[in-house]
């Protein structure tokens, strides 16, 4: 069965920095590309970044600068890297598979940037 | 930015069929996705690829695609069916986008 469980998130000052990381089983994590995406308080759905099988970063405009994506195949673990945190990041974070289209979703961390 | 818009709320009746529409400029040349969420649950894919459908995603659900419009039908709504629903693309930069959703009310 395949499973994502993330963890990290919580309550953060804005400009602080926190570290979100998902879990993966059930599957070959090597293989998939991986996705985070967040979700503000009634919002839609927000592509924060994903990460190639090689280990390639993608990131929207708006992200870019701030969020660093990275994986451990060997531990079949996905992370993210927010630094210079704002009122704004506030959401549920997502770590999401890649096959066709986001297949699997892990339950979600909720970041709160907040003083 | 690139968007793809949805209209905010549908209803219908069980047993009836609902459309969600999805527009954007790409979606011509960029797959749409659809997602299904259901409050305080993680979003499950329901369409890939414009119209092909996961396994484990009851037959009641479809896609289609023409020109800047891709379309999720939902065939013999059901109370259970009512939730969030979102299309997924890519701008002709590669950078994914969700639409805004759209709150499926079931009467």
């Known amino acids: 069965e395949v499973q994502l469980v993330e963890s990290g998130g919580g309550l953060v000052q804005p400009g602080g920095s926190l570290r979100l990381s998902c879990a993966a089983s059930?599957?070959?994590?090597?293989?998939?590309?991986m996705y985070w995406i967040r979700q503000g308080k009634g919002r839609s759905l927000e592509w924060v970044s994903s990460?190639?099988?090689?280990?390639?970063?993608y990131y929207p405009g708006s992200m870019k600068g701030r969020f660093t994506i990275s994986r451990d195949n060997a531990n079949n673990s996905l992370y993210l890297q927010m630094n210079s945190l704002r009122a704004g990041d506030t959401a549920v974070y997502y770590c999401?598979?890649?096959?066709?289209?986001?297949?699997?979703w892990g339950q979600g961390t909720l970041v709160t940037v907040s003083s | 930015s690139y968007e793809l818009t949805q209209p905010p709320s549908v209803s219908v009746s069980p047993g009836q069929t609902a459309r969600i529409t999805c527009s954007g400029d790409?979606?011509?040349?960029?797959?749409a996705f659809w997602y299904q969420q259901k409050p305080g649950q993680a979003p499950v894919m329901l369409i890939y690829?414009?119209?092909e459908r996961p396994s484990g995603i009851p037959e009641r659900f479809s896609g289609s695609s023409s020109g800047t419009t891709v379309t999720l039908t939902i065939s013999g709504v059901q109370a259970e069916d009512e939730a969030d629903y979102y299309c997924?693309?890519?701008?002709?930069?590669?950078?994914?986008?969700f639409g805004g959703g759209t709150k499926l009310t079931v009467l």
């Open positions: 997924q693309s890519a701008d002709n930069s590669g950078s994914w986008v």
């Open positions: 999401a598979r890649g096959g066709n289209g986001l297949d699997y």
């Open positions: 990460i190639a099988t090689a280990g390639d970063p």
């Open positions: 790409a979606l011509p040349k960029q797959y």
């Open positions: 690829k414009d119209s």
């Open positions: 059930g599957f070959t994590f090597s293989n998939f590309d």
